[in-house]
């Protein structure tokens, strides 16, 4: 969880942020709650902090401070010194924040954290800040793109993609403001937009905005199928169906597991695809092409099941690691999930898609990241295909 500072927080002695003493008991905010609370379950667990220099900016000067308990890092900051020797934060994150960046961009040095989210949809969350003779100032990072897009395409809106910070540049995909972005049935929009930092904000340079070429009603086409389960071919309600990246189409499956997704312009190889965690199925990436003036009818469509996977951290003495984090990333995809232990040194890794993982561990313990390969049970329920203790490696 992130928590942007108080400009006028009181600086301190830069050794001060290197324990969690009284700096933090004065805190009063989601993040020394956290911290805090990770402190209480360490259970005899070492506390460790490490920081590194992270640049200047403009004239301050930028530190970076993890925290740790044991290998599990627990918080961190970004700090800038107000004084000589003296700190206060700019960003305060508990858990594991991004790496935070310095960038050049003419005669402003911006400073830069950005943490991507994006799992079915792009969602970056970006924290940006220049030099200005009152201090450091945040840059509205999310408002200037959505001025972007307002500016290309009035009533329109788009995703959180943050910026390429050393162009200064940002693409999304747009759809009216009114709708879910599949549900406009208006064909791929999108918005390219180029920035310079002036005055303390990020002022527009040159705007490129791509609108579809009309299809006539007569020409845009459709798709109907129906959602089953992968052994009995029972319909699956309730589900989303997704057509591209949701600016193509969208629909939610009946009771009796049909979708319907209409209005879509001519096209081959539209990727249709789902997720439905809840039920523990998910649809993988399914390719259909649309004609104009009719309906594709793809029948029943069978969803696969999600897929667990579960294990125990331990450290060379065999003995149980609470708190260890766990990440698994998908070859086929090349998305990662994190996990963490509990505190019996156990952890289970669900939902996740039937595929090959490599695996890595915030535990002492050397990890082997070769590919595993995690399967679902195609009899009914999930399987929990791995469940073993992890010593030395995987």
Known sequence: MDNPCNP???????????????????????????????????????????????????????????????????????????????????????????????FGSGPNTVLVVAKDFSA???????????????????????????????RAAAGFTGYETGLDWDTLHMGTAIWPECCYPGQAGLGFQSVEAWFKVENSRLVIKRIEHEEPTPALESELG???????????????????????????????????????????????????????????????????????ESITPMGDVRVQRLAAVSGIISDAQGEPVAGAWVGIRCKQTGVRQVFS??????????????GTYTLESGASATVNKGPLLIQTNSAGGRTEWLSREYQNGW
Request: contains cysteine; glycine residues 12%; charged residues 25%.
């Open 8 to 102: 006028g927080e009181r600086p301190k002695p830069f050794q001060d942020y290197l324990s969690a003493g009284r700096w933090l008991d004065d805190l009063k905010d989601s993040f020394a709650d956290e911290v805090k609370d990770a402190l209480k379950q360490a259970a005899g667990r070492p506390f460790k902090s490490e920081w590194r220099e992270i640049g200047r900016l403009n004239t301050i000067l930028v530190r970076g401070v993890r925290y740790f308990i044991g290998e599990s890092e627990i918080g961190d900051l970004v700090l800038g010194e107000r004084s000589p020797g003296l700190y206060a934060p700019l960003l305060r994150w508990s858990g594991e924040m991004p790496d935070a960046s310095l």
């Open 120 to 150: 079915m949809v792009p969602m970056v969350q970006t924290w940006a800040w220049v030099w200005s003779p009152e201090g450091p100032v945040r840059l509205d990072v999310e408002g200037a793109i959505h001025e972007a897009i307002g």
């Open 222 to 292: 459709g798709i109907s199928g129906r959602l089953v389960d992968p052994v009995a071919g029972k319909p699956i309600g309730g589900a989303t169906v997704l057509l591209g990246d949701c600016s193509v189409g969208c629909a939610m499956t009946g009771r009796d597991g049909r979708f319907f997704i209409r209005r879509i312009p001519p096209g081959k190889g539209y990727i249709l695809h789902s997720e439905i965690p809840s039920l523990g199925y998910y649809l993988p990436d399914t390719a259909v092409d649309v004609v104009p």
């Open 341 to 354: 232990t509990d505190d019996r040194g156990m952890f289970k890794a669900y939902p996740i898609q039937a």
